[in-house]
């Protein structure tokens, strides 16, 4: 249930980020041919700017979801696994605990603007383009959420993948760093039983 849920909420994300950036696209080429032309699109700039933040708040909820941000997976693959889980759990906590505060911020934000427009368009709501704080909060949080239980697992067993050495060293999987025993026996040196020997 879980794996079908994660997957369905992954496309509609996935989906959202694909026309956001279409669209953008779009109107990035539009506001240069427009100008070009000695014409310039009144609105360009101002729904341009809207356009990047929203990509960026639905973006990073679609990140969220494959755990593709930046972490320091080495740090906390060299602690034992009990410490691991705390250290992981503890930063899923204080992820949690600013997306909260950003959500209630956000609505406090849309209260505020309540009755404001657009510059260069007047018919749309501050609002509508300011939603995106707290929705992509709420989004974020849903992504940690169904993605909690991988984060348990990895912290528990292996540890966790090094996403940004996997990008950089492609077709290499990133081998998860072990301690003690069982980090000398999966790097294929010797295991000295007993202490180390003088």
Same mark, same amino acid.
């Given at each position: $249930?879980? *794996?079908? @849920? /994660? ?6 994300? %996935? =989906?959202? +980020? ?5 669209? #953008? ?53 060299? $602690?034992? *696994?009990? @410490? /691991? ?6 930063? %899923? =906590?204080? +992820? ?5 505060? #950003? ?96």
């Amino acid at each position: $249930m879980l *794996p079908m @849920l /994660r997957t369905g909420f992954g496309r509609v994300l %996935e =989906a959202i +980020v694909v026309f956001l950036v279409v669209a #953008l696209t779009v109107i990035i080429i539009a506001g240069f041919v427009f100008r070009s032309f000695g014409s310039s699109l009144v609105w360009y700039d101002e729904v341009a700017s809207i356009g990047l933040a929203w990509l960026t708040y639905y973006g990073s909820a679609l990140a969220a979801l494959r755990g593709a941000h930046i972490g320091f997976p080495g740090i906390v693959n060299a $602690m034992p *696994p009990r @410490l /691991r889980l705390a250290v992981a759990l503890f930063g %899923e =906590a204080c +992820v949690f605990l600013f997306f909260i505060v #950003l959500t209630y911020t956000g609505m406090e934000v849309l209260m505020i603007l309540e009755g404001d427009t657009l510059v260069s368009l007047p018919s749309i709501p501050l609002q509508l383009t300011q939603s995106v704080i707290p929705i992509g909060a709420v989004l974020f949080m849903i992504a940690e959420l169904l993605r909690l239980p991988d984060v348990i697992k990895s912290a528990l067993g292996d540890g966790f993948v090094d996403h940004e050495l996997e990008e950089a060293l492609p077709g290499i999987e990133a081998p998860p760093v072990h301690t003690g025993a069982q980090g000398a026996a999966a790097a294929g040196s010797p295991v000295l039983e007993g202490g180390p020997r003088r």
